[in-house]
T-cell receptor, first 118, second 111 residues
């Protein structure tokens, strides 16, 4: 199956700093990638849809200035958490679907990135 | 407002028996449903899906049943194995790629 990677897998940072998380589709090109956030014992919450070559589409309640998404190529999307605070500590997961395979694509998920803000 | 609901946060099943995970949804426009399995500190992995035009889909030990009138779907795992212990997410989508997840059910397979 299609492989999606994330880097780093785990990051600890100080409050007020910015952290960049990379999401790569390794063996396919993804025009659309998705960023999710998961809190303990809660559902995966879609944060934004990342579109190659255009601005990301953010879900209601997600601060676009805080969670910067860039989809510069067909295989790479980045999520930058700016001025991170302890409440941003979470598990961030990206996913991608293979274009042209129909409207009901399975999404292939990255392994996730655990962010801890001190 | 949760559109996809998994009302059981956890479930324990004896190894070899059948595991049944339930999911309810509120949006009748959903036309595709998926189940994902997730181990701790890993991303979810796709398990099985079903289109709204079907009421059953089977793949090996996994079967998903869809009851559109009740807006209910279930995942059956038989026989349950130790490696099935994980969190299972029910998800639904409508036409586009956006998928809405339930909160998940943690399945414990007991030896």
């Amino acid at each position: 199956g299609a492989v999606v990677s994330q880097h780093p897998s785990w990051v600890i940072c100080k409050s007020g700093t910015s952290v960049k998380i990379e999401c790569r589709s390794l063996d396919f090109q993804a025009t659309t990638m998705f960023w999710y956030r998961q809190f303990p014992k809660q559902s995966l919450m879609l944060m934004a849809t990342s579109n190659e070559g255009s601005k990301a589409t953010y879900e209601q309640g997600v601060e676009k200035d805080k969670f910067l998404i860039n989809h510069a190529s067909l295989t790479l999307s980045t999520l930058t958490v700016t001025s991170a605070h302890p409440e941003d500590s979470s598990f961030y997961i990206c996913s991608a679907s293979i274009p042209g395979t129909g409207a009901y694509n399975e999404q292939f998920f990255g392994p996730g990135t655990r962010l801890t803000v001190l | 407002d949760q559109q996809v609901k998994q009302n059981s946060p956890s479930l324990s099943v004896q190894e070899g028996r059948i595991s049944i995970l339930n999911c309810d949804y509120t949006n009748s426009m959903f036309d595709y449903f998926l189940w994902y399995k997730k181990y701790p500190a890993e991303g979810p992995t796709f398990l099985i899906s079903i289109s709204s035009i079907k009421d059953k889909n089977e793949d090996g030990r996994f079967t998903v049943f869809l009851n559109k009138s009740a807006k209910h779907l279930s995942l059956h795992i038989v026989p349950s194995q130790p490696g099935d212990s994980a969190v299972y997410f029910c998800a639904a989508s409508f036409r586009d790629d956006k998928i809405i997840f339930g909160k998940g059910t943690r399945l414990h397979i007991l030896p």
